[in-house]
């Protein structure tokens, strides 16, 4: 499977959700932006057939209202009656001819938001492995108990771990264009010149591509300090049930043996260092991740 898609921090939760109902909408930042769409531009020929049937049914229904009400309505009351049913159809119609001019509202988010998001299709192999671990190890930081009870809330996982996919995404989709190029450029025949210009951009490539990968080995750091931090947290609660393991035993035990109750008292105190500390190198980790490099 390739990464998830990464949206900028700034594109609102409904494009988000946009995308996992309707991803067929979304384009990729390596395509050109998507231009502006109606019925008129998309479907010229429909739009106005449809436009002439709508007209047909009102002018039909309306004639047909006019008899009906000559028929059976005193001369006054038929005319205003007439009169006001042209009326609805007269504006009914022009919101029909303005909504075939009016583009798609779920299109139009897509085209506003273009580039502000990246795609599957926006990275190559390369790129999509190093995107994909990143986003497994953000994605388990965001999961894990100890963040959503707001034991690491110093960190600002919700803010900072978002930027940094984005900024890491960014980066990645770069990379990807430029292999690609450097790919191109390479097809024909190799010469002294042009291994002189190409030599240096692929030193350049590979320090870029060194450094993101320490950027994600730091976001697994993290997202392993907070597994830690989250088995640490089970575990505690597990010995939350201490007390009745410890009225188990009292019946089946000989009386005065303590030293059962002993081990779990020990067993809670070590527990609590643990977590602690566990708790403390998380957060150690993950601010590491809001420093300026």
Known sequence: MGPEPVFAPDVPAEVRRLFERKPEL?????????????????????????????LAVCVGGWILALIIFAITLPTAVAAWSSLVLAAVA???????????????????????????????????????????????????????????????????????LPEQLWDIGQVLHEQSVLRA??????????????????????????????????????LERYADRVRSADAALRAEAALEDGDRYIELLARTEPVGDTSVVQGFADEAGALKDTLSRSIAAARDAGRTLALPE
């Open 26 to 54: 979304f384009v990729p930042a390596s395509r050109p932006k998507p231009k502006r769409q109606t019925s008129w531009s998309t479907e010229p020929g429909a739009t106005f057939g449809s436009l002439l049937v709508w």
């Open 90 to 160: 007269v504006v009914t119609t022009g919101v029909v001819g303005v909504s075939s001019a009016v583009e798609n509202r779920s299109q139009r988010a897509v085209r506003l938001q273009h580039g502000k998001y990246l795609l599957a299709e926006d990275f190559d192999d390369d790129s999509a492995r190093l995107l994909t671990r990143a986003q497994r190890a953000v994605k388990t930081v965001l999961e894990a108990t100890v963040t959503r009870r707001g034991l690491l809330d110093d960190v600002k996982n919700e803010l900072v």
């Open 181 to 218: 190029r450097q790919r191109e450029v390479a097809r024909g025949m190799a010469t002294a010149e042009l291994e002189a210009v190409l030599g240096p951009q692929r030193r350049a490539l590979t320090r870029s591509v060194d450094a993101i990968k320490r950027k994600v080995e730091l």
